[in-house]
Every structure is written in C-alpha cells, then in structure tokens.
C-alpha cells in the first residue's frame, strides 16, 4: 500500500537523525568554523571590523617555507604509504590463504597487539632504538660494521620508520578482507593454463586486488601526513610537517587565521586523494566489466 511506506520512511529518519546530528556537531561544523576562520582577518568574537581575506592563503604560496613543508608531509606520507604496502601485502596475502584457523588467529594478534599500546608508548620505543646510543647503532657498532653511528633521528628516515610500524595493520587489515574475497579457483586456472605461480600471482590476484590496495593507501596516508606525536618526537623540531607547523601558529603565534588555512590545505590534500581514490576505482570497474 502507498501509505505503509511513510511509516517506514520516518522510523528509518528517527534512526538516523542521532548519527546525523553528531557528524554534523563533531565532522561539519568544526570544519565549517576552521573554513570560516581561515578567510578572516581575525576572531570576530573577540575583535571588531573583521574582514575577509585570502592573506592567509597567499602568505602559503608565496612563501617558499611554506610550499616545502607541504612538500616535505606529503614525501614522508607517500614513503610511508609504499613502505607500509610492501611490508604489508605479503602478510596480508598469507593471512587471507592461510587454512589454519589457529594460524590465521595468530597472524591476526600478532598484527592488531601494536595497537593495544599507546602511540606515544611506541614511539618512545623506537627513540631508545633509534638514537645515537640506541640498540640498533650499539649492536651494529660492537659488530664493527661502523665505527661512528648512524643518523637515525631527527630526520625524515626516523619518521618514516616510526610511522610505518605504526600504521601497518592498517594497510594489512585492508588487504586481508580485499584478498580473501578472492577465490582461489582463478589463480589455479590460470597455473593449469600454463602460468607460473608468478604470473598467475601478477596478472590475478594482483590486479584483482587493487582496490584494496588503492583502500589501503588512501588510508595510510592520510593517517601518515596528519600525524603529530611520531614526527615530533623522531623528528625534534628538525623536520617540520603541517600539523607540527599548525601546533606552532596555535600555541606560539596564536595566529588561528593562519593555522586554519595551513588545516584547510591539508583537509584539500585528503580530499583530493579521496577523488582521485574514486576515480582509479571507476577505471578499473570499468576494465573489469569490459574484460
């Protein structure tokens, strides 16, 4: 009947209004507030004859420290992404044809126990390994592999480490869910054929397993480029990323117009990423379906 369906419309807005009006509070109108505050002179609350601006904007790009410290949070995100996909697909790839139910419980605690501990706690973890006096330069150097030790602090190498140990399970959980929804039947086809499990692996499972990949890359690297705590602490101040930059105009300048239009560019690189993520996924349904 034509008017049952109301009933049934208003019970599912009722469900879904709680959620809505939290995303909104919590999502759209801190970034409504970060937008709006990135294109004024000022806090209008607190200031008279506010105006708007794009000084912000343009003290971003034409200043060239700037455009290097979006560039530098980019390079160490995109090396995490790749360090993260390269230690992350073989382990993921076992765990989704692993046939032990025990050995797959294992392999699936064995991801997931990093991230019972605090970030901070894991960090701190890799800075006593990490340091001029750490484990990994005291056992290379009582080795007399070298006889100075390595930089592997406060730099970008530091960073990179920290974040990918940090953000791993993400890419690997992707990819399990990715990879085990593959059936195992087509890359035994494609060996009975004639391929090499090589091949068989290179021209099934992995294209087969791209939007996992491109999930598990989005992911990682919009986590790796907002990071704070591990690129400050591996980092101390010598490599300066955007949300290190936006702490500084926050809690040293307290130019808020100025940190809002830094958080405004990085919400943009996500968002582009997010586009872009969408648009390589419609290309390779569209290959699919012409294959």
């Known amino acids: 009947m034509p008017g049952a369906s109301a009933p049934r419309v208003n019970s599912l807005a009722l469900l879904i209004l709680p ?3 939290l995303f909104a509070l ?15 002179t000022g806090n209008p609350v607190v200031m008279p004859n506010v105006a708007v601006t794009a000084k912000h904007y343009a003290r971003i790009g034409n200043d060239s420290y700037y455009l290097e410290v979006i560039w530098t949070t980019i390079r160490i995100g995109l090396w995490t992404t790749l ?9 993921a790839h076992w765990m989704a044809r692993i046939k032990s139910r025990t050995g797959h419980a294992l392999l699936l605690m064995a991801v997931l126990a990093p991230m019972l501990t605090g970030i901070v706690v894991r960090t701190f973890a890799w800075m006593t390994l ?8 005291q056992l290379l150097t009582s080795l007399g592999l070298i006889t100075k030790p390595l930089q592997l602090m406060y730099n970008e190498t530091g960073i990179i480490i920290g974040l990918v140990h940090i953000y791993v399970p993400f890419m690997v959980l ?27 692996f290179l021209e099934v499972t992995l294209p087969l397993s791209l939007p996992g990949i491109l999930a598990g890359s989005l992911l990682v690297f919009a986590l790796a480029i907002s990071a704070y705590v591990t690129p400050i602490l ?34 943009a690189i996500s968002l582009l990423l997010v586009i872009a993520y969408n648009h390589m996924l419609g290309l390779v ?3 699919r379906e012409l294959q």
């Open 19 to 21: 959620s809505a009006l």
């Open 26 to 40: 919590f999502f759209f109108l801190p970034i409504g507030l970060m937008a709006v505050m990135s294109v004024l």
């Open 83 to 91: 360090a993260a996909l390269l230690i992350g697909y073989p382990l």
């Open 130 to 137: 990490l340091s001029d006096k750490g484990v990994v330069n």
């Open 174 to 200: 992707t990819l399990t869910g990715v990879i085990g929804r593959i059936d195992e039947r087509l890359e035994q086809a494609a060996e009975n054929l004639g391929a090499s499990p090589w091949r068989a």
């Open 234 to 267: 591996l980092g101390g101040f010598q490599i300066m990323t955007l949300p290190i930059l936006i702490y500084q105009q926050i809690s040293a300048n307290f130019n808020i117009g100025f940190a809002a239009a830094l958080g405004m560019v990085l919400l």
């Open 285 to 287: 349904s569209g290959q």
